[in-house]
């Protein structure tokens, strides 16, 4: 069971560059998010999919997009790069958005930055 | 909005003793806490959950956490520190209702450090 795995783990970026950050989980999860980690401000979300074919903003959503076509994967994509993306992403899941005290599972990061 | 707070950002203490990380929350409606350790280079990994009802929940890795309603913290304990519980330890709070439901929200982390 591999849990929650994302790549690529390392990548560096030019600034106005594109990419797209891989998520895929196997334990049929519904809800899957992504999250940014930066030092002092804990884990912030950038979007949140509940479940194939829909998707929202979090709290800090600008200069990213995500699409959820199947319940397994949910890729992130950086549209153009800048230096203040520069950051570690996390892939979360859980079951579902219900009940409210269910942990998410994280993957292991990747770790980006943009020059 | 729901919030946590973790007022330390590093946390000492001698392997043998007790060691204790403080969060305190503010939430609308029922209060869903969990903590997550984190260790260098890897993902979150969660340790504890709280159950309503129970005041003193207990978790992975010998870790507890007392629930406290009335001073609104939720701080994760340990009765014998080791080295290897060094690391970085998360505070969060899920959103239980609304248009954010399901939304997790993170404290800013403590950095644990038990020396030998």
């Known amino acids: 069971n591999a849990g929650v795995t994302q790549t690529p783990k390392f990548q560096v970026l030019k600034t106005g560059q594109s990419m797209t950050l891989q998520c895929a989980q196997d334990?049929?999860?519904?809800?899957m998010s992504w999250y940014r980690q930066d030092p002092g401000m804990g884990l912030r979300l950038i979007h949140y999919?509940?479940?194939?074919?829909?998707?929202d903003q979090g709290e800090v959503p600008n200069g990213y997009n995500v699409s959820r076509s199947t319940t397994e994967d949910f890729p992130l994509r950086l549209l153009s790069a800048a230096p203040s993306q520069t950051s570690v992403y996390f892939c979360?899941?859980?079951?579902?958005?219900?009940?409210?005290?269910?942990?998410?599972?994280f993957g292991d990061g990747t770790r980006l930055s943009i020059l | 909005a729901q919030s946590v707070a973790q007022p330390e950002d590093q946390v000492n203490v001698a392997e043998g003793n007790p060691l204790t990380v403080k969060c305190t929350y503010s939430?609308?409606?029922?209060?869903?806490l969990f903590w997550y350790v984190q260790y260098p280079n890897r993902g979150l990994q969660f340790l504890l959950k709280?159950?309503?009802?129970?005041?003193l929940v207990k978790g992975s890795y010998g870790f507890e956490a007392e629930f406290n309603k009335s001073q609104t913290s939720f701080h994760l304990k340990k009765p014998s520190a080791l080295v290897s519980d060094s690391a970085l330890y998360f505070c969060?709070?899920?959103?239980?209702?609304?248009?954010?439901?399901?939304?997790?929200?993170f404290g800013r982390g403590t950095q644990l450090t038990v020396w030998p």
């Open positions: 979360a899941s859980s079951y579902s958005i219900t009940p409210s005290n269910q942990p998410q599972h």
């Open positions: 334990m049929n999860h519904e809800y």
């Open positions: 999919s509940v479940g194939a074919g829909i998707t």
């Open positions: 939430v609308s409606g029922n209060p869903y």
């Open positions: 709280y159950i309503t009802g129970d005041n």
């Open positions: 969060a709070v899920r959103d239980g209702r609304g248009s954010t439901l399901g939304r997790l929200y």
